[in-house]
């Protein structure tokens, strides 16, 4: 049949997403409590599908193509987790608005502008949801919001967008993100005018490259990272972690007060390796009476020594840290050396781990308790292994890098320091 097609048919049939929709990508008109949805939240594990979901269902409204849409819609929100993150996924990314566009129907970006237009008159704005302010004012009768729950300031950049989607009959928005336990994500569920649509990796696996399904999916499955990034579940708190998801909930707080000392602790890898352990690179300021302030998670993975060491010391200058409090246990004189080789100037203070990671994470995690931990917006990586770590330390096995920079910071700022403080407001 195919085959008798002329080439503009065969064109337009691959352009016709519903035709070749997984189960999870298909449109239904009913939400939860089976009357018309106002939000279609999207979870999914990675490569599941999830961007070209979203990227064709704004494309089936700028056009109102059916079944996704009865009419057309002409002015919509794109939020991403930042502004480069809305960009190089919503907009240009291998499953972004320009790249499943046809020709014909392809809209103008203007990053200039963060704005996308439509030769039909349909635009389209992108926000980033570190900034839930720019969010005030505009208005929408669409929105498409990708990967939330990642965003630093999800309640305040959700909440301000609801209060844009006043345009039209029928306001809608799709919500496409990989799972966690945030308070946000379990509203939305328990909403009765939310559809929710679930799918795995496995569920796009035509489409995935066969290494990664080898080998990604063979090393994870199973485990709590493996089910959440890869099945698309939604993981609640581990039992005998030393945190939960309430805790540090209660522990957040929008801004840090004057800050008398601060101190960036660092948690560097063995190895810079492909795979490798993250360097943990958490940075946390003292304020009045005593309570601690997590101002930021610089963590990340395959950094080469000289890499991390300039991380670590822009972080300090950035902040106007006083100190580095490394761990030296894996590298010795070499941390401190290839720190100095970047700023001989900055005060380096070593630290070595006598004691088992639960012992020296358990006196800090009491902290939390008592209220004398706050968290300056939300770190959900660094959050994730806090209510992931037990007994037995993380349930995917690998090292608690990001809390093991935490708690060195912590511990420094609460063992007391000697010299007069220095009050800085961030």
């Known amino acids: 049949m195919l085959a008798t097609l002329p080439p503009t048919a065969l064109r337009r049939l691959a352009d016709d997403f519903a035709l070749f929709a997984h189960a999870h990508q298909e449109h239904a008109e009913t939400g939860n409590d089976g009357a018309p949805w106002i939000t279609w939240l999207v979870l999914g594990g990675r490569g599941a599908g999830k961007t070209r979901l979203g990227a064709e269902w704004v494309r089936a409204l700028v056009h109102g193509t059916a079944p996704y849409a009865a009419h057309r819609y002409g002015a919509l929100a794109l939020v991403g987790e930042s502004e480069r993150d809305a960009r190089d996924v919503m907009v240009e990314g291998a499953s972004g608005l320009l790249t499943i566009s046809p020709r014909g129907e392809r809209p103008l970006w203007i990053p200039t502008r963060r704005r996308l237009e439509w030769p039909n008159g349909a635009v389209a704005q992108v926000f980033s949801a570190d900034d839930p302010d720019s969010l005030r004012g505009p208005q929408f009768d669409a929105a498409w919001c990708d990967e939330l729950a990642k965003w630093r300031y999800a309640d305040a950049a959700f909440d301000m967008l609801q209060f844009g989607l006043r345009l039209g009959t029928t306001p809608r928005q799709m919500i496409t993100t990989t799972p966690r336990p945030i308070p946000l994500i379990r509203r939305l569920i328990a909403d009765p005018h939310t559809r929710v649509t679930r799918a795995g990796t496995a569920a796009n696996r035509d489409h995935l490259a066969p290494a990664f399904l080898r080998t990604v999916v063979a090393r994870y499955a199973g485990t709590r990272l493996g089910r959440q990034e890869l099945d698309g579940e939604l993981i609640e708190d581990r039992p ?30 063995g190895s810079s390796r492909r795979g490798a352990d993250a360097c943990g690179m958490v940075a946390a300021g003292r304020g009045e009476g005593g309570l601690v302030y997590v101002l930021e998670d610089a963590s990340e993975s395959g950094l080469t020594p000289a890499a991390w060491a300039a991380r670590a010391v822009a972080l300090v200058r950035r902040l106007d840290a006083d100190a580095i409090v490394a761990e030296v246990n894996m590298g010795g004189e070499m941390v401190k050396t290839v720190l100095r080789e970047v700023d001989a100037t900055v005060p380096v203070k070593a630290v070595h781990a006598t004691r088992g990671k639960w012992l020296r994470a358990e006196p800090v995690a009491a902290l939390y308790e008592q209220g004398r931990v706050k968290h300056v917006g939300a770190f959900p990586p660094l959050e994730d292994e806090m209510c992931d770590f037990g007994l037995d330390g993380l349930s995917s096995g690998r090292s608690p890098d990001r809390l093991d920079a935490l708690v060195w910071a912590v511990t420094a700022l609460t063992a007391g320091s000697r010299g007069e403080p220095r009050v800085r407001r961030l």
């Open 240 to 269: 005998d972690a030393l945190w939960s998801r309430a805790l540090i909930e209660a522990c957040r707080v929008r801004a840090a007060p004057p800050l008398s000392r601060i101190v960036v602790g660092l948690d560097p890898p």
